[in-house]
């Protein structure tokens, strides 16, 4: 029998994780649920490594989030054979990869988040219910009275009345289940004025999402996978605005849409402890093996890996034809064949340097993944259901050629920060990449509060954001923020007897709530840093 508790977490990816961690470290009992059967959502089941700003090793994060960096450099420096010149690094990158100073295993990630939530299940303050998915919400006028969850596996469910749900899923369903209001996909410019806005509502014109996979290459071997069923179709797909098929290594610049060639080299020579991740100053996708490795075989001990292990998250594999949200299994199941389309087209046809084609030697890795097939848990989601808040954060407040590299929008009800590009993927109204500079900006808390549900909370993606503006809200260490702080909140509430929109409107309370979080470790404000 499972223990009512004060706060009901819907989601146990990132921003469900740092939701629990935030509301146990105040005493309260928690229901966290996760889909997929492991916790961690984009860093695990969706096998993305972090997506970080250049400042991510000296400022820019909560202290919860700088802990589950180190601790999973901790687990590499325990217990995988770290030649003596990585094995000293304090800040080491397991993977060598160029899209973030900490590429990692997802299974690493996964035995990190499962240590720090370790204490508050031994303590019987929360439990956490994999393969768990909400199917119905009860609501009374403002407040949400109950959440129904259906066990995947067995098919029974479980209804609780928690005083405050958080929901912390990919795709905010929590909030359409429960008739929050909330957006979906582009506003109209004329809505909040954004530059990149379109003319008109598009709801169904969303990022498109990415089922990731993991490689490993073995020369004179043969891996070939059976060919896909839709592989004809993938082979010949050539999007209006690419400058070739989509499978093939020709591709834009999502800064420039200037057309690029990738290469593809599998274990290059190059010393892994030479790759510098810098985001600011090269996106680093040119080199696909490279880009996104997770596994570094140079940075061991001779012998201890036959290859290097990279994550597939390219542009040959971002699906777009179909929005995921209201359409989950006719998208997944077409980004599915994407994926697999490209595992084999790289497989047999892709172009190699000595003027051959095909690498057989590329062999997917399930045991990575944690899945039969290869390919990730979950789908690689951009895009959320995003509420309709006391406060969106807009094109205006974060975009580079608006306030300029050093401005930025100072909130009165900062609960922390991020820095990204104002990063949108193709999208499915047909959007080529808008990649845009920004500048290191601040989370607002009335981008937490909806207008009129009172015990709701995200904790995610689903923030008051925009279509453009979820494009740098987005990323790994910002949902962990998000979720932190959605988490300590409703504890905050319910020890005070108040609501969130008090604790947002009411500068006295608002103050005793931001001391709270500074004690924490949640930083709230920027030094003096320039966008990029």
């Known amino acids: 029998m499972i223990a009512e508790p004060d706060i009901l977490i819907v ?107 370790a204490p508050y299940r031994a303590a019987g303050l929360l439990t956490v219910l994999t393969e768990h998915r909400a199917v119905s919400a009860e609501t009374d006028g403002d407040m949400i009275r109950a959440v129904t969850v259906r066990d995947l596996r067995s098919g029974g469910r479980t209804t609780f009345t928690a005083r405050y749900v958080v929901d912390a899923t990919e795709t905010g369903e929590l909030l359409d289940l429960a008739g929050v209001e909330h957006a979906n996909g582009a506003e109209a410019q004329d809505e909040f004025g954004e530059p990149h806005a379109p003319a008109e509502a598009r709801p169904e014109n969303q990022q498109g999402i990415t089922v990731c996979f993991a490689l490993s290459h073995h020369e004179g071997e043969d891996h070939t996978v059976q060919r896909p069923e839709d592989y004809d179709f993938w082979r010949s797909y050539r999007p209006d605005f690419w400058p070739g098929p989509l499978l093939g290594f020709e591709a834009p610049d999502p800064r420039t849409l200037e057309s690029v060639p990738r290469t593809f080299v599998p274990n290059p020579d190059l010393d892994p402890l030479a790759v510098s991740a810098d985001q600011s100053a090269d996106a680093g996708d040119k080199e696909l093996w490279g880009f996104r490795r997770i596994l570094a075989r140079g940075l061991h001990r001779p012998g201890a890996f036959g290859s290097d292990i990279t994550l597939v998250n390219w542009p040959l594999n971002d699906y777009w034809l179909k929005p995921y949200i209201g359409q989950e299994a006719e998208a997944l199941r077409e980004a599915r064949q994407l994926s697999l389309s490209v595992l084999y087209w790289l497989q047999t046809e892709a172009p190699r340097a000595d003027g051959g084609t095909g690498f057989p030697g590329l062999r997917i890795r399930p045991d990575v993944t944690g899945t039969a097939d290869g390919l990730a848990k979950a789908a690689y989601v951009r895009e959320s259901r995003r509420i309709k808040a006391v406060t969106t954060v807009v094109e205006q407040d974060v975009a580079i050629d608006v306030v300029g590299p050093y401005g930025r929008t100072r909130y009165r009800d900062s609960v922390g920060v991020g820095g990204y590009r104002i990063d949108l993927h193709p999208s499915t109204g047909g959007d080529s990449y808008i990649d845009i500079g920004s500048v290191p900006f601040e989370i607002p808390l009335g981008a937490l509060v909806p207008r009129r549900v009172r015990n709701l909370l995200p904790a995610g993606k689903n923030i008051g954001t925009t279509h453009i503006t979820n494009g740098c809200y987005r990323l790994h260490p910002v949902e962990w923020n998000v979720g932190e702080v959605a988490g300590a909140l409703a504890a905050h509430c319910l020890d005070e007897g108040v609501e969130p929109h008090q604790v947002q409107a009411e500068d006295k309370r608002f103050e005793e709530f931001g001391r709270l979080l500074d004690r924490a470790g949640v930083q709230r404000r920027w030094p003096d840093v320039r966008g990029y």
């Open 11 to 117: 989601g146990g990816g990132l921003g469900g994780i740092a939701a629990a961690l935030g509301a146990c470290r105040a005493g309260r009992r928690v229901v966290m649920t996760e889909e997929t059967d492991w916790i961690g959502g984009q860093l695990t089941a969706q096998a993305v490594p972090p997506d970080e700003h250049p400042w991510v090793e000296q400022f820019g994060t909560t202290a919860t989030y700088r802990a589950l960096r180190e601790g999973i450099r901790a687990y590499y420096r325990q217990w995988y054979p770290l030649r003596a010149e990585a094995l000293g690094l304090e800040e080491l990158n397991p993977g060598a990869g160029r899209v973030s100073k900490l590429c990692h295993e997802p299974r690493v990630a996964l035995a990190v988040l499962e240590g720090m939530l």
